[in-house]
């Protein structure tokens, strides 16, 4: 935020780690001050004039190399330099300096496995099970987070096998750390055929899982 009137001239410097020339950073100015980058912004190419009062706000863009390695760093050195107008007499250029650090994480490694276990014949969960017409069974899915880095936006979904009509689907009995709640958003009506979601708010922790459970009854 400017304090008197003048111009303010932005510059970035970069050190990667390990050294790569392959990083990329872009300054905009972020006109309506809400810290994302909109298709209207420009980028900071030239001195931005000021007022007694007001306030810049800025974006920077980065760009992180392909290939760029768990743990791999680029810190930037934003550097305004302010020029004061109509002071006397003349004051000398300030220079004000922030940093930031952008590190690359571990990419989300989400496993998900699948059993069935028949209810009526009371036989155990597995990856296939005999069984009769009109058995009820139940699939059980296991979503576990098995990256370093919690996962959000999650879902799990699913679809009815043939020959069966959909009976029930839940969610966890209870939720693990981070997530919030959990809803099935897409099931087929009792009896028929289609496809299950069940949609995650909150974060799965390192190592956390997902299990959700349906119902459907063999066709006689």
Do not use: H
């Not at 107008?85 to 650090?101: C, E, K, M």
């Amino acid at each position: 935020k400017a304090a008197t009137g003048g111009s303010v001239t932005f510059s970035m410097a970069n050190t990667a780690t390990p050294a790569s020339p392959a990083w990329n950073q872009v300054l905009y100015q972020d006109s309506n001050c809400n810290a994302a980058l909109e298709a209207s912004e420009t980028q900071v190419t030239t001195a931005i004039t000021v007022t007694a009062g007001q306030t810049v706000c800025l974006v920077i863009k980065q760009f992180v190399p392909a290939g760029a390695g768990q743990g791999a760093q680029n810190s930037i050195t934003l550097s305004a330099a302010f020029t004061y107008t109509n002071s006397a007499p003349a004051l000398a250029v300030s220079t004000l300096l922030a940093t930031d650090i952008t590190t690359v994480g571990q990419a989300g490694d989400l496993s998900l496995a699948k059993l069935v276990s028949n209810i009526t014949q009371a036989l155990p969960a597995a990856t296939s099970v005999n069984a009769n017409p009109g058995d009820t069974l139940q699939y059980t899915l296991t979503a576990t987070n098995n990256g370093t880095q919690p996962l959000s936006t999650l879902f799990v979904s699913d679809s009815t096998a043939a020959f069966t009509g959909f009976v029930s689907a839940a969610c966890p009995g209870s939720l693990p750390t981070g997530i919030t709640g959990c809803t099935v958003t897409t099931q087929p009506a009792v009896n028929a055929q289609g496809a299950l979601k069940w949609t995650f708010t909150g974060s799965l922790a390192s190592g956390g899982q997902l299990i959700v459970t349906y119902r459907v009854k063999v066709d006689q």
